[in-house]
């Protein structure tokens, strides 16, 4: 065989690899596994199972909503990215991906226990803008108080909305 014909063999040996890595490469990536896309499926849990089974220990009531309320736009800073009226707007999720969900809708609502949105705050979400803000931002019950206000937000719920009217 001719150097040059060598050269060629390898060459293309090479450039086919390649080629065939990037394909591969796109198969695997992304898939329902990856972190970053998970997250933002509502129908894939994304917390350990006892996290469903958490009960708010806090009864609702309008005044502990207006507290959850002036937490979740104060020192929690879940604003910023949530938005206040928790449709996903905040200034600081724009840029974000996957970006903040809107926690008017009554599908999250109706997929997510008080548990696991708690969960949530307390330890974050890997792979997402969502860090812990408890109990570095908020104590325990502050974050039972919050979770009161998310729930608060669901656009089905009546009384909910009777209750943040009141204030
Ligand atoms: C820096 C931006 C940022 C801040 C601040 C932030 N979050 Fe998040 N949050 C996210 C992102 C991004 C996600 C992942 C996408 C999603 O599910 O909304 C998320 C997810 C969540 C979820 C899970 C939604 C689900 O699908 O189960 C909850 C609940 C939540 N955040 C509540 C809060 C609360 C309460 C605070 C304030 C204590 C807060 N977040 C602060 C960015 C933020």
Redesign the pocket.
């Known amino acids: 065989m001719s150097p040059s014909r060598i050269f060629i063999t390898v060459l293309s040996i090479i450039v086919g690899l390649g080629v065939s890595i990037h394909f591969l490469t796109s198969l695997v990536a992304p898939t329902s596994q990856d972190p970053a896309v998970s ?2 499926d ?1 129908t894939l849990p ?1 917390t350990p199972s006892d996290a469903k089974r958490l009960q708010n220990p806090i009864p609702v009531s309008s005044e502990v909503i207006a507290m959850g309320k002036a937490l ?1 736009g104060g020192k ?3 604003f ?3 938005g206040q009226e928790g449709r ?1 707007d905040g200034e ?2 724009s840029m ?1 991906n ?4 809107d926690f008017s809708d009554p599908t ?1 609502q109706h997929l ?1 226990t008080d548990g ?2 708690f969960w ?2 307390k330890y974050g ?1 890997p792979a ?4 812990s ?1 408890i109990p570095r ?2 104590s325990e019950e502050e974050g039972w108080r ?1 979770v009161h206000y ?1 729930r608060a937000l669901n656009r089905n719920r009546q009384s909910s909305e009777l209750l943040l009217e009141k204030q």
């Open positions: 997250a933002y509502l994304r979740y929690g800073n879940c910023v990215c949530h996903g600081g999720g974000l996957p970006p903040p969900r999250f997510r696991e949105i949530t705050m979400i997402t803008g969502m860090f803000y931002h908020l919050v998310i």
